[in-house]
């Protein structure tokens, strides 16, 4: 979809205006015209939904926004092809993975796990097992669920896979390298022109060689030429059976001081991927210490690459192409290469000797500079 933002006046807008106001997001702006009060609202929502907050309806808020008009028991649940979103798919997960039945995340995303797991109950409680979540259903979940049972099967699984991890090398381990953005999408662009597409394909390229080095399979996500969408890539992650997925982006700000590194797995307000954030504390780590670059720190997000990928995922932003000197670095190919091995060294410390999932990942905040 093309990106709908600010100064822009239509049928499309009045449509966002009325799904923001239907979920408690007033826009005061001209109905149908893109004002200050509808980015403020769109902004509001996105911080909500753990999507960057940068006004624009894009694919994620639009997915996001259309999702979050379902509840559960509003539709038939059941596997499509593009899998069916929103948050009654979420909710219907939350509760089968409280009551025991793998969803995996609850990630609104209606696929083959949470077909399964919807499947095994149906086959438990004794009604038709046909992967379709209609009124029995519903009204069997509604009478079976308990508030108090907080923790998700999937942490507790994720947990578990952390502390049992004993591979020694790299060899036959799938991964998939993406280098975020694409000729059609650039992306940040600094001031002379140098674009975050061609940034991160640099670096990619860097991590993919490392890996392959170390006898691991690594995937790219995308070619130089070619310009993926995220959901594109998290199929392509999951065909591939990939055991980790670590997106490259790099930032941009108005003021040329902003600086540093962030990172960001999946989580809501209810889960978390604890091994993607396991990798997103890694990748930061390493690319700070590397650098010497400010903490930005590691935050949760529903990014359609970490809610689509079934295997653990990270994004991690590298710097910020709009600083003067870390813009500099980002764009030279010693820094890449200095990026590139610092993550291919966080892909090898996540993989090889993980650090335990119940502790908070260290930080390298205590000696980055500020």
């Not at 899998?83 to 089968?96: I, W």
């Not at 022109?193 to 394909?201: C, I, P």
């Not at 997106?247 to 993607?276: K, L």
């Not at 090898?348 to 930080?363: G, I, R, W």
């Amino acid at each position: 979809m093309e990106l709908i933002r600010r100064g822009q006046v239509g049928s499309e807008v009045e449509d966002i205006q009325r799904r923001l106001s239907e979920l408690g997001f007033a826009c005061a702006d001209e109905p149908g015209r893109f004002g200050p009060a509808t980015v403020a609202s769109v902004r509001a929502f996105q911080q909500l939904r753990g999507l960057p907050a940068d006004g624009i309806v894009g694919p994620d808020t639009w997915h996001a926004l259309v999702g979050a008009s379902f509840r559960l028991g509003d539709r038939l649940l059941y596997l499509t092809n593009p899998p069916l979103h929103g948050d009654d798919v979420r909710d219907l997960q939350r509760r089968l993975n409280r009551l025991g039945f793998d969803c995996g995340y609850d990630d609104g995303v209606y696929g083959d796990r949470t077909a399964d797991a919807l499947r095994e109950f149906q086959l438990n409680v004794g009604v038709l097992v046909d992967g379709i979540a209609g009124t029995s259903t519903f009204a069997l979940l509604a009478n079976l669920h308990r508030a108090h049972q907080e923790a998700a099967a999937s942490v507790v699984r994720e947990r578990d896979d952390l502390r049992r991890r004993h591979r020694t090398s790299l060899a036959g381990t799938r991964i998939l390298v993406d280098p975020a953005h694409s000729p059609d999408d650039p992306g940040v662009t600094a001031a002379d022109g140098r674009t975050e597409h061609e940034v991160t394909w640099g670096i990619a390229t860097r991590v993919e060689g490392r890996l392959i080095a170390l006898g691991a399979h690594a995937v790219l996500s995308r070619g130089p030429h070619a310009s993926p969408s995220p959901t594109q890539r998290a199929q392509l992650a999951n065909r591939e059976g990939v055991e980790a997925i670590l997106s490259i982006h790099v930032n941009g700000a108005a003021s040329p001081v902003a600086r540093g590194v962030a990172a960001y797995h999946f989580g809501t307000d209810a889960t978390i991927s604890e091994r993607g954030r396991v990798l997103a504390q890694l990748a930061a780590d390493h690319v700070i210490e590397r650098l010497g670059t400010a903490d930005c720190r590691i935050h949760a997000s529903t990014s359609a690459l970490l809610r689509e990928s079934r295997a653990p995922a990270a994004i991690v932003e590298v710097g910020f192409l709009t600083h003067p000197e870390e813009g500099a670095v980002l764009s030279a190919p010693a820094g890449q290469r200095r990026i590139g091995d610092a993550l291919a060294d966080a892909l090898v410390a996540y993989l090889l000797d993980p650090p335990d999932a119940t502790d908070e990942p260290s930080s390298a905040v205590s000696t980055a500079k500020t």
